[in-house]
């Protein structure tokens, strides 16, 4: 009897598994930082509309120096305030829209719960369809054709 789940989520689970593949997001989690931290050094503060952000290599806060605003560097992103980090929301993302692997496939492979997946991927979701343009140039390109697989094997298409 074939196996409802997809071969490749269940291959790539296996992998992971066995020790062949390592998920290590620091150098993606340290390359978004970098990047929404040039974003802030480039952009008005939120709150007076001041040009004047400063942003530190060592902190994740970064400050206006008119008003005093001291955001975390994701603030205003699908990264903000979430139980996972940001290169964890965005290789859960990545996997659900470009490999097809259901938010039960993904959550095991990252170790974190269902709805903490699904919370993260929701979001990134909704922030690429408002236009999040800052992590990665892929997210200007729209993903056609199925969107989900669910467990049983069938293939869903988001409109």
């Not at 930082?33 to 994740?60: A, V, Y």
């Not at 001291?70 to 964890?88: C, Q």
């Not at 990545?94 to 979001?123: C, F, M, V, W």
Request: hydrophobic content about 35%; overall charge neutral; proline content about 6%.
């Amino acid at each position: 009897m074939p196996s409802a789940q997809p071969a490749f989520g269940g291959m790539f689970r296996q992998l992971i598994e066995l020790g062949v593949i390592e998920i290590n997001t620091e150098p993606l989690d340290a390359r978004i930082e970098r990047r929404l931290k040039q974003f802030w050094e480039n952009t008005s503060c939120p709150r007076c509309g001041h040009q004047s952000i400063m942003t530190w290599e060592k902190h994740d806060r970064v400050r206006c120096r008119n008003c005093e605003f001291k955001p975390v560097y994701t603030h205003g992103t699908p990264f903000h305030e979430k139980h996972l980090t940001a290169g964890e929301v965005l290789l859960a993302f990545t996997l659900y829209a470009d490999t097809l692997l259901s938010i039960n496939q993904i959550a095991p492979l990252l170790g974190r719960a269902y709805k903490t997946i699904h919370t993260a991927i929701r979001e990134a979701e909704a922030a690429v369809q408002r236009g999040f343009p800052l992590t990665w140039e892929l997210f200007n390109q729209t993903v056609g054709g199925p969107t989900q697989v669910d467990e049983s094997g069938k293939v869903s298409v988001d409109h």
